[in-house]
């Protein structure tokens, strides 16, 4: 009797084992599947109203679609796992990182062969802004040269590139840190205008202080849209991924291209 409560107790061991070898080699539901998507980085800079900082915290528009496609593919990212670096150290880390996302990019046709695109986000519209009671009057970007009017830009943005694609003078375009450094330079007169977002440029002024009117539009270098901008070096899978995530919590649609740079 002793003997077969052993060979019992071996059975109901040797059973257990296998049961729990069989449970971990069955492959996971898509349920309990960790979204791939936890493999991209996520990163952003001050622009306002898609993204920026707000008490420590990543906000704007672009972050709360970003947090929803998230959610919906069933990550566990949020905000607080978004990176927040200067535009031009962005901007290089995702074109030289694979699986790395900067966002809000606007998609231009220069850009075009550089990135994957997920998106639209919104469309943006890029402009001379000149100072408050400016005296000046543009008409076209050849105006502006012929009046010998310099231009606050950051490297790598929209505006910057826009103006150097259409031929602007190398010694007219003044580079600054970053958006706040450009508005004081257009603010204390160390250039003739700015080439920046109309909409972002009149929320930095009035964060620095300003009536959000103390810079006016004169010209308007480029209207588009806004993506998500990824690595071309990223799983072509992850990039569907992150687009079907876009798709499925919002209505803008996903048929606009690259076709309107303005």
Not at 156 to 164: C, K, N, R, S, Y
Not at 217 to 236: G, H, K, M, R, V
Request: net charge negative; glycine share 4%; aromatic share 10%.
């Amino acid at each position: 009797m002793v003997y077969g409560n052993v060979i019992k107790k071996r059975l109901l061991a040797t059973l257990s084992l296998l049961l729990g070898c069989a449970f971990a080699i069955l492959p996971l539901s898509a349920d309990t599947l960790p979204s791939s998507l936890a493999s991209l980085t996520f990163i952003t800079e001050e622009y306002p109203p898609y993204n920026y900082r707000d008490g420590g915290q990543m906000v704007g528009t672009s972050v709360n679609l970003l947090e929803d496609m998230l959610a919906h593919a069933e990550t566990q990212l949020d905000r607080s796992n978004i990176r927040y670096y200067p535009w031009v150290r962005g901007y290089e880390l995702a074109l030289s990182q694979p699986n790395t996302v900067l966002f809000s990019t606007t998609r231009t046709p220069a850009r075009e062969a550089q990135f994957h695109w997920v998106g639209p986000i919104a469309q943006d519209q890029v402009v001379l802004l000149a100072r408050r009671n400016t005296p000046l009057r543009i008409r076209s970007l050849d105006a502006a040269i012929e009046q010998g009017l310099s231009v606050a830009v950051i490297r790598e943005d929209i505006g910057a590139q826009a103006l150097v694609e259409a031929g602007y003078p190398e010694a007219l375009i003044r580079p600054a840190m970053d958006n706040r450094s450009a508005l004081h330079m257009l603010l204390h007169e160390r250039v003739d205008l700015w080439a920046y977002s109309a909409d972002v440029a009149k929320w930095i002024a009035e964060q620095e202080g300003y009536s959000k009117d103390i810079v006016t539009p004169l010209y308007t270098l480029s209207e588009s849209y806004l993506y998500f901008a990824i690595n071309l070096d990223t799983d072509p899978q992850l990039v569907a991924e992150l687009q079907h995530a876009f798709d499925s919590v919002t209505s803008f649609s996903a048929a606009t291209q690259v076709g309107s740079d303005g």
